[in-house]
């Protein structure tokens, strides 16, 4: 987290209050300006099972979409997700497998599109 305001080595300017995420695998030296506020693990995304992810800050994610204050979303794609510092893991989801003897009986508890778009 910046303490102070100042241009970093890559040219980007930081002001007091910003936060964000340093990716390794490198060594960080962190400057007189700077709080390290601790260090984020990656959580792997398996088959049959997704992240919960809340935003808890406002965002344009890398793909375009614009993400609001304490809207949740699921990450589902396998490998090893590192979460943005707008973003806070919830909890990991798994799959619940239906038969023909097993069915689930879902309330939307608010408006939503679902992943083919339909709301």
Do not use: M
Not at 39 to 67: E, F, H, I, M
Not at 93 to 109: G, S, Y
């Amino acid at each position: 987290q910046c303490e102070r305001d100042f241009t970093d080595e890559a040219g980007v300017v930081r002001q007091a209050g910003d936060q964000w995420l340093f990716k390794g695998p490198a060594t960080y030296t962190p400057r007189v300006e700077v709080t390290v506020l601790g260090d984020v693990p990656a959580t792997v995304v398996t088959p049959n099972t997704a992240l919960l992810l809340r935003c808890q800050q406002a965002y344009t994610s890398a793909d375009g979409t614009k993400r609001r204050v304490g809207e949740k979303w699921l990450v589902t794609e396998e490998g090893a997700y590192l979460p943005r510092v707008e973003e806070i893991v919830e909890d990991i989801i798994t799959a619940t497998t239906l038969t023909d003897q097993v069915a689930l009986h879902l309330e939307a508890t608010e408006t939503f599109a679902d992943a083919s778009g339909r709301t």
